[in-house]
């Protein structure tokens, strides 16, 4: 696989999903790019639906590879760096519960031929999914709320950062493969550890000012925390962990 564009999924448990995830990728108005999904140490048929979809539909290849330390972070460490060995000059991630938009890729690539380095897309909440209109909108707001807020909160300031802080979803990013390893890539933790998307975009941060927020770099996220726990729990989730339920790996 020569391409320059590489998209990288960590999953774990996710037969039931993913199948959506790489349909949406298949669907991509540019298909040139390449794929691949990084199992988590699954326990169910996440890698046999991943590989029946890849031998049906081969464009984008699709590769699956294994990391078995468990954590979104550090599957989807492995899977940047997997690209990067491959020949990747640009890798985006989104996650196995995710639906990129049709243009998703297109408008990476025309973020990186802007400029960017770094480019952070747009959350949207899923509306297949049985969640009220409400509790959508709610999210969305919560969204661009959690955006301001975090240009202002002190853990995002400071002397050592060259630019303003941008709320960027681990769900939807990409960043060129030299910037990525300059960063230091997505810490190796576990997803009620740490939030390695903050993490990752404050690393960028002290290194250039060439990122940037998207709005037509579009996902279409999932709300099954907001149905397993409602919708005040799963905001104080995101919120730092305030709510840390036993299980956080909702199916």
Known sequence: MTNALWVVIPAFDEEHGIGATLAALAAQRDTDFAVVVVDNNSSDRTVEVVRT???????????????????????ADTGMRHAITQGATWVARTDADCLPAPEWTQRIKA?????????????????????????????????????????????????KYLGPYVMTPGCNMAITAELYLAAGGFPRTAIEDLHEDRALVNAVRTITTDYGLRRDVRVYGSNRRVRAWGIRKTLAWYADHRYRPEVVDIR
């Open 111 to 159: 973020g990186f031929d802007s400029g960017l380095r770094l480019v952070s897309g747009q959350l949207i909440p899923r509306t297949d999914e049985g969640v009220s209109w409400l509790d959508r909108t709610i999210i969305r707001v919560a969204l661009e709320v959690a955006s301001i807020f975090g240009k202002v909160r002190s853990g995002n300031r400071g002397p």
């Open 53 to 75: 979809f890849a031998a049906e539909h081969p464009v984008p290849p699709i590769a699956v590879i294994t990391e078995q330390q468990k954590g979104t972070g550090a599957a």
